[in-house]
């Protein structure tokens, strides 16, 4: 059965103001329900790509989220539709509780303080966080801040979520945490990644970039085995694929 | 990092812990506008005025040595204005504190004043801090009318305020560990310069994400949050001997002490 396609991005190109090219004739479908890894080396362009699918940054083409374009107009509507988890948790944790940042979206999106609450204590439960509502997000770990993060998007409820290097700063341990987290996760995840061995542990299908371009779409496995490829563009192959 | 959190005591619980941050901010307010508005002649009822945030700090297992700390980082500001005092105004003055009487400077009755009323306006506000946890401040900022705006910004400052002295603080760790020798004034001058403009810079970067996360869960101007705050029957209780304490020692103790 072929699966609809929830992300759509077509001939799209963006560049600074300093006139540097950082997407180049873009071009990725993703399917719903799919995990699809981001990787390249630092610079190649991948957060750039995720700021564009969520519709904060407007390039020449055109990006569809289930089916609707990324526009002014539609922005509302999108941002209903797809989470994004920035890299850095202090960014994402802005409100003095984590009740209130967790809060945040659901009441954005005119939810009653009921059903808000319910969302909240079910999402925190879900990430690990149950009975911290109250604590300031200075508090936690930076596990539990990563944990946190992303229960400010899960509270949505959104179909697709984008990952900016989920695991950055993250001991084994709050990683295999949020591993577990992530692949429990029925929605379509995109995750912008330089860690092979957290690409390789979640992706169903891995999309290599380098200077603003896919270089590779297809099977994480085939993608992240070929050692000539991954080494070409100064990755590594992680270990489970050696 | 670690860091003095100025209400790290604000998760303990206590009865005044308990209380709504709104009446509790109240009384603060009223309670310092009182101290603030007291004759400058009568130091003896600042006395009187202190008991207040004691009995409320010991109710709050705040530790007296915690609350004198904090007071102690804020005073050079004060002690410039107070010790200046005595250098303009060097009229004579008696002064009567119970049965003793003495003679001093209008200037000097000025910096016991200045010190005085500092050190138990801030006894009141270490209290409200110390047992009030910083978002039940905002809320209740927020329901007693305190313009959205400044909240959401002092909401901000509290959230990133720590982040921000963290940043600083490994910008002066690298530049320390390539600090070899002095290099003079100028061009030491020029390199804190460079360290401000860093830090400016990620800060900027730094609210830069913010609003991309705000506008990604769909912020639209509009500031939405639910209050948890309930005003119970002990609340009213707080108010009420809050009220009569304030009666008695403004109206009783200052004109028999005056």
Request: with cysteine; net charge positive; proline share 4%.
């Amino acid at each position: 059965m072929a699966m609809s396609k929830i992300i759509e991005v077509k001939d799209f190109f963006y560049h600074y103001s300093d006139g540097t090219e950082a997407l180049k004739n873009i071009n990725l479908a993703v399917e719903e329900a799919q995990r699809v890894v981001l990787i390249g080396p630092n610079g190649a362009g991948k957060s750039t790509l995720l700021l564009a699918m969520a519709g904060f940054i407007n390039g020449k083409g055109t990006v569809l989220i289930d089916g609707i374009k990324v526009t002014k107009k539609n922005i509302k509507r999108i941002r209903t539709l797809i989470g994004s988890c920035l890299d850095n948790p202090e960014d994402q944790l802005f409100m003095p509780t984590i009740f209130d940042d967790v809060s945040f979206g659901p009441l954005n999106m005119g939810l009653n303080g009921e059903e808000v609450r319910k969302r909240v204590e079910e999402t925190l439960k879900r990430v690990g966080l149950n009975g911290m509502a109250e604590k300031a997000p200075h508090h936690l770990s930076a596990g539990q801040k990563r944990s946190a993060a992303i229960a400010t998007i899960l509270s949505m409820a959104p179909k697709i979520i984008t990952f900016d290097e989920p695991d950055n700063s993250l001991d084994p341990r709050s990683r295999d945490n949020l591993l577990a987290l992530l692949k429990n996760l029925s929605q379509t995840l995109v995750i912008a990644t330089c860690s092979m061995d957290f690409a390789g542990a979640i992706a169903d299908r891995a999309v290599l970039l380098d200077r603003g371009q896919i270089i590779a779409d297809g099977k994480a496995e085939d993608i992240m085995s070929n050692n000539e490829l991954m080494k070409a563009h100064g990755l590594e192959v992680p270990g489970r694929f050696m | 990092m670690h860091h003095a959190h100025i209400d790290k005591f604000a998760y303990q619980d206590s009865p005044v812990h308990r209380l709504d941050s709104r009446v509790k901010l109240i009384v603060v307010v009223v309670f310092t506008a009182l101290v603030i508005a007291m004759p400058k002649t009568v130091l003896s009822v600042l006395f009187c005025y202190a008991v207040g945030p004691f009995v409320w700090l010991v109710i709050g297992r705040i530790p007296l040595k915690f609350v004198f700390k904090q007071i102690l980082v804020v005073s050079p500001f004060i002690l410039v204005l107070a010790l200046s005092s005595p250098f303009y105004d060097r009229s004579p003055m008696n002064v009567a504190f119970g049965p003793f009487v003495w003679q001093t400077t209008a200037g000097w009755m000025r910096c016991y004043v200045i010190l005085g009323k500092f050190t138990v306006t801030m006894m009141a506000l270490i209290s409200l801090v110390s047992t009030t946890r910083f978002n039940d401040l905002l809320v209740g900022l927020q329901k007693l009318g305190v313009p959205h705006l400044l909240v959401i910004q002092l909401g901000f400052i509290y959230r990133y305020i720590f982040l921000v002295i963290d940043r600083a603080q490994h910008i002066l760790r690298a530049r320390s560990g390539r600090r070899l020798r002095n290099l003079g004034f100028s061009r030491e001058l020029k390199i804190a310069g460079s360290m401000v403009g860093s830090l400016l810079v990620r800060s900027i970067n730094t609210a830069e994400n913010i609003n991309i996360a705000m506008q990604a869960r769909g912020f639209d101007g509009h500031w939405r949050t639910i209050s948890r705050l309930r005003i119970r029957w002990y609340d009213f209780v707080f108010l009420a001997v809050s009220a009569i304490y304030m009666m008695i020692v403004y109206f009783i103790v200052l004109p028999f002490l005056r």
